[in-house]
């Protein structure tokens, strides 16, 4: 996980025209990008887990931890924080 957000926090920084992240802190949506993209996966999670599709829970909740990272990445969050939130609920 803490790779993942190092090379998304790379991307922010370097903005690659090749890189599909990248383009999703250029987008001229902004968050709102990430934020349709979160909910469309988030549906496709529901109806896989309802399938009891175990693949495609796997693949649709990657898909959700990736761009919830982006998102925390855009809102200049860390991964630090999210662990602070969750140590929090459980004190």
Do not use: C, Q, W
């Not at 349709?36 to 796997?58: F, N, S």
């Not at 898909?63 to 459980?90: C, K």
């Amino acid at each position: 996980m803490a790779e993942l957000f190092a090379t998304i926090e790379d991307r922010k920084r370097e903005l690659p025209e090749d890189s599909y992240t990248a383009s999703l802190f250029t987008h001229e949506k902004g968050a709102n990008a990430v934020l349709e993209k979160l909910g469309e996966e988030t549906t496709e999670l529901v109806l896989a887990a309802k399938d009891g599709d175990e693949a495609e829970i796997r693949h649709e909740s990657a898909d959700i931890v990736y761009h919830l990272l982006v998102l925390l990445a855009m809102e200049d969050m860390t991964l630090a924080d999210l662990d602070a939130e969750l140590r929090e609920r459980f004190a």
